[in-house]
C-alpha cells in the first residue's frame, strides 16, 4: 500500500453503470460469499477503499459519495469528538424498501477512514437507518485522544 500511488477522484467521472447490477452483487453476492462476517468485512473494505483515493477535504468525500451512487451526504453536526452526517437520495429510499436486507456499513467503512485521512486522527463510524424517512445517520467519534 505504501507504494501504491492514489487515484484521483476524478476518475469517478469516466465511470457511469446503472445501480441495479451493484446493489445485486453487493446485496446478494457478496452477503452469500462473505457469510456471517459480510457486516464486518463490508466495514473493512470501505475503510480500504477509502485509502485509494486522495481525499483532502469532505466536500471531497461528498463527492465521491455521489459519484458512487450512495446518496448525498451531509455534514449536519460537529462537536469535538463527534461528527454527525446524514445520507438521502432517491438510491437510498430504493435500498431501504427493496425486498432484499441492506446495510450501509461499507459507506461507514468509508466516512470512518476518509475522515480519518483528512483529519490524522484515529476514529470509528457507526450507522443509523431510520426506516419512517428513509434517512441513514453516520455517526463519527474520534478514538484517538
Known amino acids: 500500500m505504501a507504494n501504491q500511488k492514489l487515484l484521483s477522484i476524478s476518475l469517478l467521472d469516466k465511470l457511469n ?3 441495479a447490477g ?5 446485496y446478494i453476492g457478496l452477503h452469500d460469499l462473505l457469510g456471517e462476517e459480510a ?3 463490508l466495514y473493512f473494505m470501505g475503510k480500504n477503499l477509502a485509502r485509494h483515493f486522495e481525499l483532502n477535504s469532505i466536500d471531497d468525500v461528498t ?4 459519484k458512487m451512487g450512495w446518496g448525498k451526504l451531509e455534514l449536519v ?9 446524514t445520507l438521502l437520495a432517491d438510491s437510498v429510499v430504493h435500498r431501504l424498501k427493496a425486498p432484499i436486507e441492506t446495510e450501509f456499513r461499507l459507506e461507514a467503512g468509508f ?4 475522515i480519518q485521512l483528512i483529519h490524522d486522527i484515529e476514529c470509528e463510524c457507526i450507522e ?3 426506516p419512517k424517512i428513509h434517512q441513514v445517520q ?3 467519534m474520534y478514538t484517538a485522544k
Not at 451493484?22 to 453487493?26: E, G, H, I, Q, W
Open 39 to 41: 457486516s464486518e468485512l
Open 17 to 19: 453503470t446503472p445501480g
Open 77 to 85: 453536526k460537529e462537536k469535538k469528538k463527534l461528527l454527525t452526517f
Open 128 to 130: 443509523e437507518i431510520n
Open 138 to 140: 453516520f455517526k463519527i
Open 63 to 66: 463527492y465521491f459519495f455521489e
Open 111 to 114: 466516512l470512518s477512514e476518509s
Open 22 to 26: 451493484y446493489d445485486v452483487l453487493r
